[in-house]
């Protein structure tokens, strides 16, 4: 077998002895809700992070994302209050037990945030023969989410803490934030200095769900 089965339980990760340091960012990553600080950015370190996104690699080095990075409070406020209303929404489909677990998970930290960073997608760069993108329509998207899971291990690496935030509609976010058309915002993300961050992902801490281990989901030569 190339791959072979540890446990019935998911393992421990054994980091390699000559640079640990990205195994311990990618495990101790969290999506963080409640435990910014506030505290400010110091630029540097924010366009390092940046700058780690844009190095992501992309479809027919296109590079289809732009940041929109968004500190005016009043442009926060009004995206939160949005995203509320979509809380509720969602909450209305739920019963018993399961709203009440609900109720009680934050699901935003952007008012308390150092600061917000729009990612989006522009499908039309690079068009319209984009390498690589010729059958699988999404490449370019795919690219984008790079783009993302690098700023968010690069901020983790920063001792910040990133929050992706997805109870929004596209429409309402991209005329707040003046994206032209044709330009897909793909997300909100919350950045900032973090008082800590938890060692137990938060839908499990609450008991949404679980997390699966890696030996239920993996498979050789065939599904």
Request: proline residues 6%.
């Amino acid at each position: 077998m190339v791959i072979d089965a540890v446990s019935d339980h998911e393992e421990e990760p054994r980091f390699p002895s000559a640079d640990p340091g990205l195994y311990e960012t990618i495990y101790r990553r969290r999506d963080v809700r409640a435990q910014f600080t506030g505290a400010p950015i110091d630029p540097e370190v924010m366009r390092r992070v940046l700058l780690a996104a844009h190095a992501a690699p992309s479809v027919g080095l296109t590079q289809p994302w732009d940041f929109i990075v968004v500190d005016d409070v009043s442009v926060r406020r009004e995206f939160f209050e949005h995203v509320q209303s979509e809380r509720e929404l969602f909450a209305e489909k739920l019963e018993g037990e399961r709203a009440e677990t609900f109720a009680n998970i934050k699901i935003d930290g952007i008012m308390e945030a150092s600061v917000s960073v729009v990612v989006t997608y522009d499908k039309q760069r690079g068009a319209p023969a984009v390498l690589g993108r010729n059958s699988i329509e999404d490449a370019g998207l795919y690219s984008v989410c790079l783009a993302i899971q690098n700023l968010w291990l690069a901020a983790c690496a920063e001792d910040l803490g990133v929050g992706w935030v997805s109870f929004y509609r596209e429409p309402f976010l991209s005329e707040l934030l003046s994206i032209p058309a044709g330009i897909r915002p793909v997300a909100w993300l919350c950045v900032g200095p973090v008082s800590h961050l938890e060692t137990v992902p938060d839908l499990e801490r609450h008991n949404w769900r679980t997390r699966r281990p890696l030996d239920e989901l993996l498979h050789l030569n065939r599904w």
